[in-house]
C-alpha cells in the first residue's frame, strides 16, 4: 500500500502531523510506502526519518516556481497513491491532492478554502476545538484503524547530535548540566511578549534557579534576540542561526525546561518531552498549546482572546498583561516538579 500525507507547511503544524506516522505503521499490517509531501522550510525535521520512505518537498508560490512544482506533479502521479490524505486543509494542499492522482483522497469535510472539493472520502468535519494532534490522529485512524496511544517519532540523526554537542561545549555547558531555553520570537505580532518581559525572565532563570538561559531561533530572529539578551545582562548563552531543527530537537530534549511564545519551537519541546511554560494571548492553547503532560499555560481571560489576530485593533493587552512573577512562578513550579496534570494546566 502507498500512502502520501501533504502537510506542507508550518514546522509546528508538521510536529503535530509526525505521531500519525506510528499510527499508520502501527494500524496497517500489509507492506507499507509512506511519502510525505512538505515545503522547504519544515522539510529538514522530516528528512532521514525512519518511517517516511520519501520526504518530497515542493516550493512555496506556483508562479515563481511553476517548473519545479510541476516537475514534482508529474512525479506523484508516477507514483501510483493508494491513498492521498490532506492534512493542511487548504487550497494549496488540495491542488497537490488533485495533481497527486491517488485512487483514495482523503481528508475534511469541512475544511478550508473549499479544499474538499477534491476529496472523494471525507469521514469527518474539522473540528477547530479540538487539539490539532488529536485530529490529525483521528483522521489517521480512520484509514488504519489504530486508536491507541499518541506518540510523537521525533527523529535526530548522528550528524545533528555531534553538531549539538558542539554547540553545548562551545557554550560552556557541561554533558548532563541544568539549562533553560527560552524562544521569544513568532511570525505574528500580537504573538509576542516584551523585551523587558523575557529580559527580567532570563535574569531570574540564572540567579532564582541557578540555570543557563539559551536563547535560539532563525538568522533573522537576530536583533529581536539581541536586544533581550544585552537587557538580560552577561550570562545567557545566544544560538541564535547555529541550529537546525533536528539540532534545536535535541538541544529541547535535553533542556530542564522551555519558555515560549506560541512558535514552532513550543511544539518540538513538547514532542521530544521537555516540560514548556507557554504564553498565550491571541491563540487558543486547547487547539496549539502544548501537548501532553507537565506544561503551563499563561494566559489572561479576556473577552477578545483568543481572536487570532495577526494585528491587534487595541493594545495587545493579552500578552502585555502577562508579568514576568507569573512566568518565573511557573517555571518554578514545573523544575519543582510540582502540578503535573493531564495535558498543559492553564495559569490564567
Known sequence: MKILIIKLSSIGDCVHTLPVLHGLRSGITEELSIDWLVEEAASSILKGHPLIDEVIVSRRGWRKNFAYNLSISRYLKDKNYDIVIDFQGLLKSALWVLLSGGKRKIGFSNARELSPIFLNEKPMAYDPDMHAVDRYMALANYVSGYGGEVVFPVHIDGAAEARAATLLKEAGISPGESFVMLFPVARWATKLWTVEGFSEVTRGVMKRFAVKAVFA????????????????????????????????????????????????????????????????????????????????????????????????????????DITPEEVLDAIGEVIGGEGESKGARVNA
Open 217 to 320: 531561533g532563525a538568522p533573522e530572529d537576530r536583533e529581536y534576540l539581541s536586544r533581550i539578551i544585552k537587557a538580560a545582562g552577561s550570562g545567557a548563552v545566544d544560538l541564535t542561526g547555529k541550529t537546525g531543527l533536528m539540532e534545536l530537537a535535541l538541544l529541547l530534549r535535553l533542556a530542564r525546561l522551555a519558555v515560549t511564545v506560541d512558535t514552532g519551537p513550543m511544539h518540538i519541546a513538547s514532542a521530544v518531552g521537555t516540560p514548556v511554560v507557554a504564553l498565550f494571548g491571541p491563540t487558543a492553547p486547547w487547539r496549539t498549546g502544548p501537548y501532553g503532560d507537565n506544561h503551563v499555560v499563561i494566559r489572561k481571560p479576556l473577552s477578545c482572546s483568543p481572536c487570532f489576530k495577526r494585528v491587534c485593533p487595541a493594545d495587545n493587552e493579552c500578552m502585555l
